[in-house]
């Protein structure tokens, strides 16, 4: 059957992850980069390569590309403990491979799944042989050793050349949001969560517990899996229940349904042309294909006709199924990205799936429970999609990988069933879409509340609102909570459709109050 396979087929012929959670047995406090080399070796074990060549594996590989670790996924951020000058080459380097290439990535979640396409056309076209997605996160580590006042040196002095890609941030800029306090992951998705509330016509309460019964059953999931930053299962009502624990950070989120950025954990991915992996005496049992990887890019959130939407990564999804010829139902293992609900709940809306799909909505656990190791979480999507099919021939796993705010998507389609890149048309890059809503430049008087979230933390709240002037153009600005009919309208948590009046504090801020 192999000779089947033309040599320039690429397939994934090795996963592997690695793990550790803070003061358990075995916690060795690694840094970014053992993380990672420790990944990168379980992947080559995974291949099973047997041939004459199966000590060599890592020796094959000419490409690798390091995945960004957050502390070093934009220009005001230093790794605390340092990092290796050549990050790509020192993970190279613990398992004693040399690649031609070496890349230190883009900021994003969805930058491995994306690479997955990039290095299967690269190989089908004959322009590499072996190639490796690998990363790392060790915030976890990072935040136990700072609290003991702990200052290791995780530099090193690696030398060599690598390709750095740039932090790839520019289009996740949104200067007018984040001098308004929506300057993180959270409040931005809140933002678009509460606009999907408010579509739905649900209360906060009410939708609190959507996310509950979402959510519930990845943490069934992520209890099971041994890589899980927090391996507990929890019920709907637990999720959705705001207590001192489980304290709102931005509405309508309570602390365990977000992202859960303290994590210790590390992915691999290596895809090699099917040539190649018979050379090395990887058994064909190990191949999974890859049927089809296409990529997308959204508009800024204040630009986007649907605040709640996201039809990149609906048309990702979709383009991929159509690639490989699939419909949604064909995919036996789903695993969409999961940092919040929306992402989530928008491929559950667009393709009628509900919470409790007997396939399950994840493979890993999820972000808030299994662990949002950074840019590299849908590395382990992938590994674990990897080891599924290959334990159910023929079956078919859908990966969603997600970047930003909702702003970069990639899908990828895996199955043992080989797949034809003789003409390496299935991986694809999507055009972007061009019908943006303008934002309003200089003062607006008045504007009309579209979704709101409010920060929750010790220095007090903070409503963030993004809506509507007269003119039709988008208006970010801040609600005044000193005002009582304001505060009234955002704590309940139904300003939607409430006509602010208009006004620029001392610091150039759009402050709103709600019109009398």
Same mark, same amino acid.
């Given at each position: 059957?192999?000779?089947?396979?033309?040599?320039?087929?690429?397939?994934?012929?090795?996963?592997?992850?690695?793990?550790?959670?803070?003061?358990?047995?075995?916690?060795?406090?690694?840094?970014?980069?053992?993380?990672?080399?420790?990944?990168?070796?379980?992947?080559?074990?995974?291949?099973?390569?047997?041939?004459?060549?199966?000590?060599?594996?890592?020796?094959?590989?000419?490409?690798?590309?390091?995945?960004?670790? +957050?502390?070093?996924?934009?220009?005001?951020?230093?790794?605390?403990?340092?990092?290796?000058?050549?990050?790509?080459?020192?993970?190279?380097?613990?398992?004693?491979?040399?690649?031609?290439?070496?890349?230190?990535?883009?900021?994003?979640?969805?930058?491995?799944?994306?690479?997955?396409?990039?290095?299967?056309?690269?190989?089908?076209?004959?322009?590499?042989?072996?190639?490796?997605?690998?990363?790392?996160?060790?915030?976890?580590?990072?935040?136990? #050793?700072?609290?003991?006042?702990?200052?290791?040196?995780?530099?090193?002095?690696?030398?060599?050349?690598?390709?750095?890609?740039?932090?790839?941030?520019?289009?996740?800029?949104?200067?007018?949001?984040?001098?308004?306090?929506?300057?993180?992951?959270?409040?931005?998705?809140?933002?678009?969560?509460?606009?999907?509330?408010?579509?739905?016509?649900?209360?906060?309460?009410?939708?609190?517990?959507?996310?509950?019964? #979402?959510?519930?059953?990845?943490?069934?999931?992520?209890?099971?899996?041994?890589?899980?930053?927090?391996?507990?299962?929890?019920?709907?009502?637990?999720?959705?229940?705001?207590?001192?624990?489980?304290?709102?950070?931005?509405?309508?989120?309570?602390?365990?349904?977000?992202?859960?950025?303290?994590?210790?954990?590390?992915?691999?991915?290596?895809?090699?042309?099917?040539?190649?992996?018979?050379?090395?005496?990887?058994?064909?049992?190990?191949?999974?294909?890859?049927?089809?990887?296409?990529?997308?890019?959204?508009?800024?959130?204040?630009?986007?006709?649907?605040?709640?939407?996201?039809?990149?990564?609906?048309?990702?999804?979709?383009?991929?199924?159509?690639?490989?010829?699939?419909?949604?139902?064909?995919?036996?293992? #789903?695993?969409?990205?999961?940092?919040?609900?929306?992402?989530?709940?928008?491929?559950?809306?667009?393709?009628?799936?509900?919470?409790?799909?007997?396939?399950?909505?994840?493979?890993?656990?999820?972000?808030?429970?299994?662990?949002?190791?950074?840019?590299?979480?849908?590395?382990?999507?992938?590994?674990?999609?990897?080891?599924?099919?290959?334990?159910?021939?023929?079956? +078919?796993?859908?990966?969603?990988?997600?970047?930003?705010?909702?702003?970069?998507?990639?899908?990828?389609?895996?199955?043992?069933?080989?797949?034809?890149?003789?003409?390496?048309?299935?991986?694809?890059?999507?055009?972007?879409?061009?019908?943006?809503?303008? #934002?309003?430049?200089?003062?607006?008087?008045?504007?009309?509340?579209?979704?709101?979230?409010?920060?929750?933390?010790?220095?007090?709240?903070?409503?963030?609102?993004?809506?509507?002037?007269?003119?039709?153009?988008?208006?970010?600005?801040?609600?005044?909570?000193?005002?009582?009919?304001?505060?009234?309208?955002?704590?309940?948590?139904?300003?939607?459709?409430?006509?602010?009046?208009?006004?620029?504090?001392?610091?150039?801020?759009?402050?709103?109050?709600?019109?009398?």
């Amino acid at each position: 059957m192999s000779t089947k396979v033309p040599d320039n087929t690429p397939v994934v012929i090795g996963v592997g992850q690695y793990s550790e959670r803070v003061g358990e047995p075995g916690y060795a406090a690694l840094s970014y980069m053992d993380l990672a080399g420790r990944a990168l070796a379980a992947a080559i074990a995974d291949t099973g390569a047997s041939g004459a060549a199966s000590g060599d594996v890592a020796g094959a590989i000419d490409t690798l590309a390091a995945i960004r670790a +957050f502390e070093m996924s934009r220009p005001d951020r230093k790794p605390p403990f340092g990092a290796a000058d050549n990050v790509p080459r020192a993970i190279a380097k613990r398992v004693g491979a040399n690649p031609a290439s070496a890349i230190l990535t883009t900021t994003g979640g969805q930058t491995n799944q994306q690479l997955v396409g990039e290095f299967a056309s690269a190989i089908a076209a004959g322009d590499s042989r072996c190639a490796v997605i690998v990363g790392s996160e060790a915030i976890s580590t990072v935040l136990a #050793l700072s609290a003991k006042g702990e200052t290791p040196d995780w530099s090193e002095e690696i030398g060599g050349d690598f390709e750095d890609q740039g932090f790839g941030v520019e289009e996740l800029m949104e200067p007018a949001l984040f001098m308004h306090g929506a300057s993180g992951a959270i409040p931005l998705y809140a933002l678009a969560e509460n606009a999907r509330r408010h579509r739905l016509g649900m209360g906060l309460e009410e939708y609190r517990l959507e996310i509950g019964k #979402l959510f519930a059953p990845f943490t069934r999931v992520a209890a099971a899996n041994p890589h899980s930053a927090a391996p507990v299962e929890r019920s709907a009502e637990e999720l959705a229940t705001v207590t001192d624990r489980n304290r709102i950070v931005a509405e309508p989120y309570p602390r365990m349904t977000v992202a859960r950025d303290q994590v210790n954990q590390a992915a691999a991915i290596i895809v090699a042309s099917a040539g190649l992996a018979r050379e090395l005496g990887v058994p064909e049992d190990k191949w999974v294909h890859i049927h089809a990887v296409t990529a997308a890019t959204e508009l800024k959130l204040s630009q986007r006709p649907d605040l709640a939407g996201n039809p990149a990564s609906l048309a990702s999804v979709d383009a991929a199924l159509a690639r490989a010829g699939k419909g949604i139902g064909d995919m036996a293992y #789903l695993d969409f990205y999961s940092c919040f609900a929306i992402p989530v709940f928008n491929q559950c809306d667009h393709f009628g799936l509900s919470a409790d799909d007997p396939r399950g909505l994840t493979l890993t656990g999820g972000l808030p429970f299994f662990g949002g190791a950074g840019n590299n979480y849908s590395a382990h999507a992938i590994a674990e999609a990897v080891q599924r099919v290959r334990g159910d021939r023929g079956s +078919f796993a859908l990966v969603g990988a997600n970047g930003g705010w909702m702003s970069k998507y990639a899908t990828g389609i895996y199955s043992t069933t080989p797949a034809d890149w003789s003409a390496n048309d299935r991986f694809a890059v999507l055009p972007k879409a061009t019908d943006t809503v303008p #934002l309003a430049k200089g003062a607006v008087d008045a504007a009309t509340v579209e979704t709101y979230t409010i920060n929750r933390g010790p220095k007090g709240a903070e409503a963030i609102f993004i809506g509507r002037s007269d003119a039709g153009e988008r208006v970010v600005g801040n609600a005044d909570l000193t005002d009582a009919a304001t505060a009234e309208a955002f704590e309940s948590g139904e300003p939607f459709g409430k006509r602010l009046t208009l006004r620029q504090d001392e610091r150039g801020r759009t402050v709103g109050r709600v019109a009398p």
